[in-house]
T-cell receptor, first 110, second 116 residues
């Protein structure tokens, strides 16, 4: 069983819609990454957060360490947001390894 | 453009071939990683190099052989692969090994490998 569960696995939206992707994990963590993978394969780090909320443009990430849950929100979605979004919690300390979710495939239609 | 370059982007090879994947970064990072991404599976860490020394081999079969000649270059040598090894192989780097989580991880575009 994967220690990281993302939902939904697939999401289709119309341009302009508000998007939410959820991530739940079973391991204790110090921080969590949200990554974006475009169809070409390259992965970009969007956020690393350990508490509260972070905002970058139309992207907002929140985390509740106690509830072991994080969400990624996209406001005013655009077709260029179409990608796979991956949640990756980190255990902390000397354990540098990230645990990855399977990803959420987002398709935003014009 | 993340500063991590992988070549080739696509590779098709037979099970008896020998090929290599190359990763290059000029970000001044000291840690480099190979990840495997198979369809509908999470990213799997394969190897980690920190200051040119291998610090992690995540039970990877010996038909995959990494090489890190310096902090800027990382290779993955492939020999007698199986069709189930077909996947996207991603290289990443970070300032140092701890930086993968404490800071940021920079990924390349990946090499799409097909084993016939």
């Amino acid at each position: 069983k994967n220690e990281v569960e993302q939902s939904p696995q697939n999401l289709t939206a119309q341009e302009g819609e508000f998007i939410t992707i959820n991530c739940s994990y079973s391991v204790g963590i110090s921080a969590l990454h949200w990554l974006q993978q475009h169809p070409g394969g390259g992965i970009v780090s969007l956020f690393m957060l350990s508490s509260g909320k972070k905002k970058h443009g139309r992207l907002i990430a929140t985390i509740n360490i106690q509830e072991k849950h994080s969400s990624l929100h996209i406001t005013a979605s655009h077709p260029r947001d179409s990608a796979v979004y991956i949640c990756a919690p980190w255990g902390g300390g000397s354990n540098y390894k990230l645990t990855f979710g399977k990803g959420t495939l987002l398709t935003v239609n014009p | 453009e993340t500063g991590v370059t992988q070549t080739p982007r696509h590779l098709v090879m037979g099970m008896t071939n020998k090929k290599s994947l190359k990763c290059e970064q000029h970000l001044g990072h000291n840690a480099m990683y190979w990840y495997k991404q198979s369809a509908k599976k999470p990213l799997e860490l394969m190897f980690v190099y920190n200051f040119k020394e291998q610090t992690e081999n995540n039970s990877v079969p010996s038909r995959f052989s990494p090489e890190c000649p310096n902090s800027s270059h990382l290779f993955l040598h492939l020999h007698t692969l199986q069709p189930e090894d077909s996947a996207l192989y991603l290289c990443a780097s970070s300032q140092d090994q701890a930086g993968a989580s404490a800071g940021e991880l920079f990924f390349g575009e990946g090499s799409r490998l097909t084993v016939l």
